[in-house]
């Protein structure tokens, strides 16, 4: 058994993507992801990588762009408003078939809000939140160690799909300390034959580019980029079921309000009454599967959130108004406590949903 070693979630980030074989990093930074900038800092320039702070968000991203179109293993990492500015850049990235890595420690909003922990990036993420249509893979981590592991992961699936992914995390994960495995020394085992490495004249030009002056050109891509989507969606959807075997009420969370959950599962669970947690763990593609078999069974649904009120759409999408879903949240960087999520389940039970 590997060693375990205490670091903050922001560290383990930076070290398991290290770990995964990326050796470029641009970044900016900005609270409470700085660490991840911090590290990288220290870190690349020992093992031959390349640490560049940008002049702003909107140069990281680019730079992003130019490596991942080398065929490169890199990434980029920001808080909620930096993300904002990286969006334009996002969507060259995902026009132009690329993978790579793009992290958000979330922070309160909207505007500058403040540093503490939020998950009101959730639309951002999983709507696509630069122009036009596309998607991003998007892992949503619940632990230090989940912060290494679904690093590792999402520069394998970005790989594997030739698209960007995001390890969307609250302010709180970052911050935290815990002690986590780190993942063994990787790399990327997926032949890139598109990308740009100089051809020395034995095979024809590849070229990077998002523009498509052709309309019908343009149609025949993005319908073939969602035939890719689609078959995500049907194999890459991941989450944890928690005492759902014979639950009559299913709490979903992700993030720091999953952890948060259990504990309020577990107590309700003392005062005999049967909830149980579904934890998405990527929110695109979203756990529809889980949630619509979970609509068989359960009386109604809670969606725990850090913000106003988002994933609460897809789950509704996912259960087809076949069950009552509420809402229990916080906002603007507080975090919802086991009293007040059992107090939501209780109100169910007490008007027999």
Not at 94 to 101: F, M, Q, S, V, Y
Request: aromatic fraction near 6%; charged fraction near 20%.
């Amino acid at each position: 058994m590997a060693e375990k070693v205490l670091m903050k979630g922001n560290e383990a980030i930076a070290e398991a993507a290290i770990r995964a074989g990326c050796r470029h990093y641009f970044g900016y930074p900005i609270t409470p992801q700085t660490e991840v900038a911090a590290y990288m800092a220290k870190r690349m320039p020992k093992i031959g990588g390349t640490f560049l702070q940008a002049e702003s968000e909107i140069s990281a991203i680019n730079m992003v762009y130019g490596v991942a179109g080398t065929g490169k293993r890199v990434m980029t990492s920001s808080s909620s408003p930096g993300v904002s500015l990286k969006q334009e850049g996002i969507s060259y990235i995902a026009g132009a078939d690329l993978p790579a890595l793009i992290v958000n420690v979330q922070r309160g909003g909207p505007g500058l809000g403040g540093i503490q922990p939020s998950q009101s990036d959730y639309f951002q993420a999983t709507k696509g939140g630069g122009h036009g249509d596309y998607h991003l893979i998007v892992l949503t981590p619940d632990s230090v160690q989940e912060m290494a592991d679904l690093t590792a992961l999402a520069f394998d699936l970005a790989d594997k799909y030739r698209m960007p992914a995001m390890l969307l995390a609250d302010g709180t994960m970052g911050q935290m300390m815990e002690p986590v495995e780190l993942p063994p020394e990787s790399g990327c085992t997926v032949e890139k034959p598109w990308a740009v490495t100089g051809t020395n004249m034995a095979r024809k030009h590849n070229i990077i580019n998002s523009l498509y002056l052709d309309p019908e050109e343009l149609e025949k891509t993005n319908f073939e980029r969602f035939e890719r989507y689609r078959y995500i969606e049907e194999h890459e959807a991941r989450c944890e079921r928690y005492m759902m075997d014979d639950a009559e009420y299913c709490v979903v969370a992700f993030g720091i309000a999953a952890r948060v959950s259990k504990n309020a599962v577990s107590a309700l669970r003392k005062q005999g009454i049967k909830v149980g947690l579904i934890r998405p763990i990527t929110i695109w593609p979203f756990p529809k599967q889980a949630i619509a078999e979970a609509a068989e069974q359960v009386r109604a649904f809670v969606s725990v959130e850090l913000s106003m009120g988002q994933m609460i759409e897809d789950i509704r999408l996912a259960e087809q108004c076949r069950r009552p879903v509420t809402l229990c949240n916080r906002a603007g960087g507080m975090i919802p406590t086991p009293e007040q999520i059992m107090e939501a389940v209780k109100r169910l039970e007490g008007g027999n949903a």
